[in-house]
């Protein structure tokens, strides 16, 4: 409803037929852009062939309703169909790749279809294009002009209440994750290529709508509005605004589309000469905004607006209590772990067993091979050998996204936390294995219940490790102490039974490192099952009913904390001593 004002907007311009076209274009280059926020601003992956996803579609359209006749409602449903089919191709080629390869990827297939589109002329018409396109109809009127406008505002309108929905979610925060940090949040169930794909689809089909609406309005189709230059231009109004939310790509369309009609008068009569030179201009446009705002200016904006805080949660939250099983049973074994860099044999063949309600402390001296043993056991990285067992289950070689869900939760020797989320929001991160809502549920706002409970469940996580008032704030605001709690937290509401600390007491405080104890030592005493890493001895001893020790690799010792202190291969390997 905060956007029911852009209704409005063509019963303003209705005297001035040149502003509603204006318009028009408006609320079309703002659905591309909305495809970028989804992709971009929370997925973090960049495309330049939006233009070529709204072709695809245009022309789908077009084709459909010129050659065969057929209704341009058929033509909507082949546009988005077809660009669908197209992000799904590429997509599924290209969100596996890293760095700059799908920027190239997608830079190449708009190209590719460019030509296509100029060179397949008994199909496309050619650089000439396809005229006389049918007008959309509805309820048996034309729609053109002031309809037209109104029309394609109230399309923005559900599109933006509907992608809305997405940031305050499950698959939000997931997105926004991923962007991140890929490891963290496949840590918490997220399988990174696929809901990469996904957004790349959303966001296709998204562009794919703007494309059959810029069809109908111009009712003529020709490459020239699908090429790179075009795709640039979305990308490079999406970013000017503000990529990250929905208020600045908004603005960034509105100001780009006035611009470019300003700056299409504007520089010949400066230049003295016509041409394409608001391409140029915007290039100086994109730089000055990314030097001053490079949030986009809509962050600039925002900061002169009083600050909105979240409310706490109240619904009933999901269990956080592990389900009880027979304390000292056997619930995660490892046998014979090898992993090799090259020829760096950083695991040589460990095993050990983990049962369940113990604290099992992995020592070692530096480069033992304590954070690599653990990377394999969460599935973090392949194992060149052994096998890994969750409660009994064989887990080894599966991606952590798919071990986490069996109940095994880790957390890092560096805290991965996402800044921009809230504390609650970092915490709620756990949830996502435990929560369902699809892309479609969520786009339609039928998640609420859903999330409540999740944010809950959150809320009483961090209840439960002391973080309950800073819920709210930005998690860049804890200390570091904090900061290793709220991961904890976010263990917790994941509702992990074996919890996996990678160096939990590194940064703290004495008196943070004894809090952490008395949190840990609860945690076993509630059920849970920990592993733990550190170099803190102090911190192990006082903690750990049993230690596993490595050294290059080798799994030196195994005992109660007494045991293995008196035993000489640790003492050898910590202080040098020699072994009798
Ligand atoms: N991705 C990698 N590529 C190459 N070598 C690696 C990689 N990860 C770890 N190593 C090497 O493997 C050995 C074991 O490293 P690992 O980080 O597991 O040790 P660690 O016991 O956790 O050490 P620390 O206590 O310093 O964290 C080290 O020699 C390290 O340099």
Do not use: C
């Given at each position: 409803?905060r956007y029911?004002?852009l209704?409005l ?6 005297p001035?037929?040149y502003?509603?076209?204006?318009l028009?274009?408006?609320a079309?280059s703002?659905?591309?852009?909305l495809s970028?926020?989804v992709l971009?601003?929370?997925a973090?992956?960049?495309s330049?062939?939006q233009a070529?996803?709204?072709?695809v579609?245009?022309?789908a359209?077009?084709l459909?309703?010129?050659r065969l006749g057929?209704s341009?409602?058929?033509g ?7 660009s669908?089919l ?5 997509g599924?080629?290209?969100v596996r ?5 799908l920027?190239l990827a997608?830079?190449a ?8 589109a100029g060179?397949?002329?008994?199909l496309?018409?050619g ?6 396109l ?7 009127l034309?729609?053109?002009g002031?309809?037209?406008?109104l029309f394609?505002?109230f ?6 209440g509907a ?6 979610s499950?698959l939000?925060?997931?997105?926004l ?11 918490f169930?997220v ?14 089909v998204i562009?794919g ?10 009712r003529?189709?020709?490459p020239?509005p699908?090429?790179?230059?075009a795709?640039?231009k ?11 939310s ?8 509105g100001?780009f589309t ?6 299409k008068?504007?520089?010949p ?6 041409g394409?030179?608001?391409?140029i201009?915007y ?6 905004i990314l030097l001053?705002?490079?949030?986009g200016l809509w962050?600039?904006?925002?900061r002169a607006?009083?600050?909105?805080k979240?409310?706490l ?18 619930v ?5 772990l090898r992993k090799?860099?090259?020829g760096?044999?950083a695991?040589a063949?460990?095993s ?5 309600g113990?604290?099992?402390?992995l020592?070692?001296p530096n480069?033992?091979?304590?954070s690599t043993?653990f990377n394999?056991v ?8 052994g096998?890994?067992?969750?409660f009994g289950?064989?887990v080894t070689?599966?991606?952590?996204y798919r071990?986490?869900p069996l ?5 890092f020797q560096?805290p991965h936390?996402?800044?921009e989320l809230?504390v ?9 294995a435990?929560?369902r ?6 786009l339609l706002?039928l ?9 809950s469940t959150?809320?009483q996580?961090?209840?439960?490790v002391?973080l309950?008032?800073?819920a709210?704030e ?5 200390t ?7 991961e904890?937290a976010r ?5 992990a039974?074996i919890l996996?600390l990678?160096e ?6 004495a008196?943070?490192?004894r809090?952490?104890?008395h949190l ?6 509630e059920?849970?099952?920990?592993l733990?890493?550190?170099h803190?001895?102090?911190l ?7 230690v596993?020790?490595?050294?290059y690799g ?5 005992g ?7 035993n000489?291969l640790?003492?050898a390997?910590y202080?040098?001593?020699e072994?009798?």
């Open positions: 409803m029911a004002w209704l907007l063509p019963f303003l311009f209705l001035f037929p502003y509603l076209t204006l028009t274009f408006f079309l703002a659905m591309v852009a970028l926020h971009t601003g929370l973090g992956m960049t330049f062939a070529a996803f709204m072709g579609s245009a022309y359209t077009a459909l309703t010129l057929a341009p409602w058929l909507l449903l082949a546009g988005l169909g077809l669908l197209f992000a799904l191709l590429i599924a080629l290209t790749l890293k760095g700059h390869f920027p997608t830079i297939w708009q190209v590719a279809l460019y030509i296509l060179n397949l002329v008994g496309t018409g650089h000439t294009g396809l005229t006389d049918p007008p959309l109809r509805l309820l048996g034309p729609l053109e002031f309809a037209y406008a394609s505002l399309l923005l309108f559900l599109l933006i992608l809305g929905n997405l940031r305050p499950r939000g925060r997931a997105l994750a991923l962007r991140g940090d890929a490891l963290a949040a496949a840590s169930g399988d990174p290529a696929r809901l990469r794909l996904k957004a790349f689809l959303l966001s296709g562009a709508l703007a494309g059959f609406l810029y069809a109908h309005f111009l003529f189709v020709n020239t699908f090429s790179l230059e795709s640039i979305y990308l490079v109004m999406a970013v000017a605004g503000g990529v990250g929905i208020p600045g790509v908004l603005l960034g369309a100001l006035g611009l470019e009609d300003w700056l008068d504007l520089l009569l400066l230049l003295g000469r016509e394409n030179y608001e391409t201009a290039g100086f446009i994109l730089a000055a001053f705002a490079p949030k962050a600039f904006l925002e607006l009083p600050a909105r979240g409310a949660p109240k619904a009933e939250p999901l269990p956080l209590k592990p389900p009880s099983g027979v304390r000292g049973e056997e995660l074994r490892v046998e014979g090799a860099f090259g760096l044999l695991v063949g460990v050990f067993a983990l049962r369940r113990e604290i099992l402390a020592i070692g480069g033992a091979g304590k043993t394999l969460t599935g973090a990285i392949p194992p060149d050998g096998r890994v067992f969750l289950r064989e070689g599966l991606p952590p071990i986490h109940g095994l939760g880790r957390t560096h936390l996402f800044p809230s609650l929001e970092n915490a709620a991160l756990g949830t996502y435990r929560t809502a699809g892309f479609l549920q969520v706002g998640y609420r219940k859903e999330e409540e409970r999740a944010l959150a809320y996580a961090l209840k439960r002391g309950e008032g800073l709210l930005r998690a860049d605001r804890l570091a102490g904090q900061q290793r709690l709220l904890i263990l917790l509401a994941s509702g039974e996996l990678d939990p007491g590194a940064g703290l405080r008196g943070e490192k809090e952490l104890a840990l030592k609860g945690l076993a005493r059920g849970y099952t920990l733990l890493v550190d803190d001895m102090d192990v001893m006082g903690l750990a009913d049993r596993v020790v490595m050294n080798e799994k030196i010792a195994e109660t904390p007494k045991e293995v202190q008196k000489p640790v003492r390997a202080l040098g001593e072994v009798a």
